[in-house]
């Protein structure tokens, strides 16, 4: 009898200690910020992980991000934009105490089309003069492409305004 309750104490005991693991999604391609998906200077880099994790002390002091989780994987690296072959998997270790933790694992997406990153804008790439343009298409083509290289510094709703006003919509 002492045998049986000693293996139910140690059984109870190491299930309270394990921690589950739930896969959410792979996803071919995930970011949080805006780049041109066209661009011919993208680039795979290495591969990052990224977590949100909140402490459980009886019960969850908060709800993991997964947005969080997604930036602290891209911020890993300057010139990233976002990340492929992603997999999101949603953690818990919890008995008592513990934590509940959404993790991001992906390949990074670099553009070296950004400032400082390789690409023409850290060659001192600059549009031609107005006066050399021949057509209203190339203004706007120049004027959308220095856009799109500023584009990490303006806030989402000024580029989108800039964009409108660009194209004139």
């Given at each position: 009898m002492r045998t049986i309750s000693l293996a139910l104490l140690s059984l109870a005991a190491t299930l309270t200690l394990t921690g589950c693991s739930i896969r959410i999604a792979d996803l071919t391609v995930a970011s949080t910020k805006n780049f041109n998906m066209n661009s011919n200077a993208l680039e795979t880099g290495r591969r990052v992980e990224g977590k949100d994790q909140v402490a459980v002390v009886l019960f969850p002091l908060g709800q993991p991000n997964m947005k969080e989780a997604i930036d602290r994987a891209v911020e890993k690296e300057r010139?990233?934009?976002?990340?492929?072959?992603?997999?999101i998997n949603?953690?818990?270790?919890?008995?008592?105490?513990?934590?509940?933790?959404?993790?991001v694992e992906g390949n990074l997406i670099l553009d070296r089309a950004l400032p400082g990153c390789g690409g023409y804008a850290s060659q001192g790439y600059q549009p031609a003069p107005a006066s050399e343009q021949t057509s209203p298409y190339r203004s706007k083509e120049a004027q959308l492409q220095q856009l799109e290289q500023q584009q990490s510094t303006l806030s989402y709703e000024e580029y989108q305004r800039r964009y409108r006003?660009?194209?004139g919509q």
């Open positions: 010139c990233a934009v976002g990340l492929s072959n992603v997999v949603q953690e818990a270790f919890a008995f008592l105490v513990g934590y509940v933790a959404v993790s006003e660009i194209v």
